[in-house]
């Protein structure tokens, strides 16, 4: 493993983790080989890797302002030599895509098929299923989910295929704080692999009249089941789920299931990233929710919340506006996309990767977005009159297996602050946003 981009990582190690090894892969000014003329373009976010046949690789990954999904070639080093759009903004109606789940038969018992969320900006808030194999010139046409509802999409998370080894079960994250909230909703399919002809369910907490803040407080895991939704259209559905008190979260990011068994399968974390309106009953600085479901029933389990960033004494005082989430085996991996609060002296830090351990409930963090560092300064990376947390830690992924390296992790930089004309998306001249994105490899975090 070798860097390869011109850009430097922005990235500080924190303490315990000073062994990590970060390498930088690609970036909004690197050019490559086999396709000069693609860009690495803004908001780079959710992504999956596939190892080839022929021992090379192919990454999948949102590029999340430009409204679109790129395919990014590697070669047997791990060296990217080659980007094309498979997803354009024609085909999502310029709608953002986010977060992002690759499904595959190794994991989840059906696929190839990349997922994604349109999220905001368009009109298509849809989940979006891609063909990770698909030619680029067929990129303006994409295929909706429409099963799955119109919601603020975040992600789309097909749980792994041994939690119901007969359904296909996908969980779908609404980034959502209006009087509706943000639900959590579920698609239920009785045939494996079938994204088109099941139901639509959402969370209830116990009887609907429990709201966030009292979650937070409960000191025990409460029960919860998932009503079904008969509407599928975006107004409709925050209708439907008010009238059926479906649980309102302050804006529900990303979504990701315990690595292991078929039990560790069923066992489910979400982020709520918070937000200063609606802070009365939800929250304002995000949580960490664990969702456990029944072995035998998707639609029924329990709830509670493991770290809340409301609780200013709290293990999680420091937890800001957590975005994406990796579950492995043994531990979440929580990237913040923080909000800018600045109200409290544990909130004023830069994007942080938090580690939690599942075992021993242990949580550290192990990066920070150093942007405002002296590299990052001298180098015209960033301003140091960027506010808290300007920048995004996003679109981490375990790439163990693919790489046969152990502990090595993709993790992306949205680097809000860094700006430039020749980030702009030239198909698209309606598209002014021109910030830059960083790709690096973080190796030696434990699974």
């Not at 030619?135 to 509802?149: H, I, N, P």
């Not at 969980?171 to 088109?196: C, K, P, Q, R």
């Not at 937000?275 to 009365?280: F, K, V």
């Amino acid at each position: 493993m070798m860097n390869h981009s011109m850009t430097p990582h922005l990235l500080k190690r924190h303490s315990g983790f000073e062994h990590l090894e970060i390498f930088s892969l690609l970036s909004s000014e690197d050019a490559l080989e086999e396709s000069p003329d693609f860009l690495y373009g803004s908001m780079a976010d959710g992504a999956g890797l596939l190892k080839n046949d022929d021992g090379t690789f192919t990454l999948i990954n949102n590029i999340e302002a430009h409204y679109s999904v790129a395919r990014i070639s590697f070669d047997e080093t791990f060296k990217p030599i080659k980007g094309e759009i498979i997803l354009d903004a024609t085909a999502t109606a310029n709608t953002a895509q986010c977060s992002g789940t690759l499904v595959t038969p190794e994991e989840h018992g059906f696929g190839p098929i990349y997922l994604s969320g349109g999220e905001w900006g368009g009109s298509s808030t849809n989940v979006f299923a891609t063909d990770p194999f698909r030619a680029a010139s067929e990129k303006s046409v994409g295929r909706t989910l429409d099963a799955m509802g119109q919601w603020t999409v975040e992600n789309a998370v097909p749980l792994g295929k041994n939690a119901y080894p007969e359904k296909t079960v996908v969980l779908i994250g609404d980034d959502s704080h209006g009087d509706a909230g943000g639900a959590l909703a579920m698609y239920v399919s009785e045939t494996v692999g079938d994204l088109d002809g099941g139901k639509l369910y959402a969370l209830k907490l116990g009887d609907g009249s429990m709201i966030d803040n009292e979650l937070a407080a409960s000191d025990a895991p409460v029960a919860v089941s998932f009503v079904e939704l008969e509407e599928r259209t975006y107004d409709a559905l925050n209708t439907e789920c008010i009238a059926k008190g479906v649980m309102a979260f302050n804006r529900v990011e990303d979504i990701d299931y315990r690595k292991g068994d078929a039990s560790a399968n069923r066992e489910v974390y979400f982020t709520a990233t918070g937000r200063s309106q609606y802070n009365d009953t939800r929250t304002k600085y995000g949580r960490i929710y664990k969702l456990v479901l029944d072995e035998n029933d998707p639609l029924s389990g329990t709830l509670e919340v493991i770290l809340d960033g409301d609780n200013l004494e709290g293990k999680a005082h420091r937890l800001h506006s957590p975005d994406n989430i990796l579950a492995t085996e043994n531990f979440l991996y929580i990237q913040e996309d923080p909000n800018g609060y600045d109200d409290v002296a544990s909130k004023q830090h830069d994007a942080y990767l938090h580690q939690y351990n599942l075992k021993t409930g242990v949580l550290k963090v192990v990066l920070e977005s150093d942007h405002r560092g002296s590299t990052g300064l001298d180098n015209g990376y960033a301003s140091m009159d960027d506010r808290w947390g300007r920048w995004e830690l996003t679109g981490m992924i375990d790439v163990s297996e693919q790489l046969g390296m152990d502990g090595t992790f993709l993790l992306i930089q949205q680097a809000h602050s860094w700006k430039s004309d020749d980030f702009l998306d030239k198909s698209n001249p309606a598209n002014t946003i021109n910030e830059g994105s960083i790709l690096t490899v973080v190796k030696g975090l434990e699974r």
